[in-house]
């Protein structure tokens, strides 16, 4: 091998080496979880280039990013365009319009859901935020009057019905929820009413999402809204395809997917323009 060829590899390995390194927090600096994503793509980026311009590695993108999925180290996946590399980096200026907390959520739902591209992550926290009513409401409390129960369930309830059952919310996600979703138990309806960001409902969901994460939220639903808020909606969005859909799909279409209608289908559009020109 002639002497440049083998320097060039030298440095390319050496390239590859701290992008490992970076990505599963060797960094001395130990820097926020982001700047690590950025970093690690950076460095896996430039090796790769690198190597492919001088041809001192035969370069395929697809192998490589199937081995960095192997050793459980998805922050570091390459991005399969410059494009998506530069929309996925900085969403630091969500802080304008949600709190500390909800910022530092989304980090781990970047890492480990891959809503790593702008588009994606735009639709999920317009959804959340709409679903959640501004990260607010982390459980669904079922006290509707006689008029929204006729409103919102009119599968549910007549007016007879909807006069008995009015202001009583156990009751109400007994009906709602009952016999389906996984829900076998009689008061499943109301254990497993919706929680989370994104209103994960049903007895079947909480057993997939607390099998995902090691967590037996079977026996302690309401742990989905207190630890679990926004990994419970990403597992949802993923789990359902629609990190896929938002690749290309309308906000209509992605609120049905979410909510089974079109229901603030208008304010869930401003939400995710917002958003979007918040992420760079």
């Known amino acids: 091998m002639p002497l440049t060829k083998f320097c060039c590899a030298i440095v ?16 001395p600096t130990e820097p926020h979880s982001q700047t690590r994503v950025l970093l690690s793509r950076c460095l896996a980026t430039a090796s790769l280039s690198f190597a492919t311009a001088l041809s001192v590695v035969p370069f395929d993108g697809t192998k490589l990013r199937q081995k960095f999925h192997k050793v459980n180290m ?4 390459l991005p399969t365009s410059f494009e998506q590399y530069l929309c996925s980096m900085n969403y630091s200026g969500i802080g304008e319009i949600t709190s500390a907390k909800v910022l530092k959520e989304i980090d781990s739902v970047v890492e480990n859901y891959g809503l790593d591209t702008k588009l994606r992550l735009a639709h999920f926290l317009a959804q959340c935020h709409h679903e959640s009513m501004g990260f607010k409401k ?45 829900n076998v138990e009689p008061n499943d309806g109301w254990d497993f009413r919706g929680r989370g960001y994104i209103h994960l409902t049903g007895r079947r969901n909480y057993e997939l999402f607390g099998g995902s994460i090691g967590v037996d939220l079977t026996d302690n639903p309401q742990l989905v809204s207190k630890n679990y808020p926004m990994d419970s909606a990403a597992w949802f969005w993923v789990t359902n395809k629609i990190d896929e859909l938002s690749d290309n799909g309308s906000v209509a279409q992605i609120t049905r997917r979410v909510n ?3 229901n603030g289908l208008k304010e869930r559009e401003a939400l995710f323009r917002k958003y979007l020109s918040l992420i760079k």
């Open 12 to 27: 390319y390995w050496e390239l590859v080496r701290l992008s490992f390194g970076v990505c599963v927090g060797g960094f």
């Open 74 to 77: 998805q922050i570091c996946t």
């Open 138 to 182: 982390l459980e669904e409390n079922m006290n509707y009057s006689a008029n929204r129960l006729l409103q919102v369930f009119p599968k549910y309830f007549d007016t007879f019905s909807a006069s008995t059952f009015a202001r009583k919310p156990k009751d109400i996600a007994n009906i709602v929820y009952g016999g389906r979703m996984g």
């Open 260 to 262: 089974g209608g079109v």
